[in-house]
């Protein structure tokens, strides 16, 4: 399910890149916060763990990894889908209810 509503052929391309990982705030202030891990995780199939992470949480849909990606895909998209995916499911934070 995941993996239809992300470019599989840019997220491998990504998984070998990690520009963003220098330049995303969340990357810098966070510690175990790695984009880099969980695009492997879903280009190996194994995205379920992600669900119901804090990490996919934490992203701040800054656009600094769109601006910094060659390809202009950005992690943001892999974050997007795995929220989604997760809210789905009734996994998510307190906050993100209350926001709705």
Known sequence: MIRSRLNIKLLEKC???GACHS???SCQHLEGYDPRA???DILSGDHEKWLSSK???QCLECH???EMCFQ???FENAMTAL???ATKR???PPQVKRGW
Do not use: A, N, Q
Request: glycine letters at 8%.
């Open 15 to 17: 998984s070998e890149c």
């Open 23 to 25: 330049i995303c705030p």
């Open 38 to 40: 969980v695009i492997k």
């Open 55 to 57: 990490h996919i949480w």
């Open 64 to 66: 600094h990894c769109l």
């Open 72 to 74: 202009h895909y950005g």
């Open 83 to 85: 929220r989604t995916l």
């Open 90 to 92: 009734g996994i998510y």
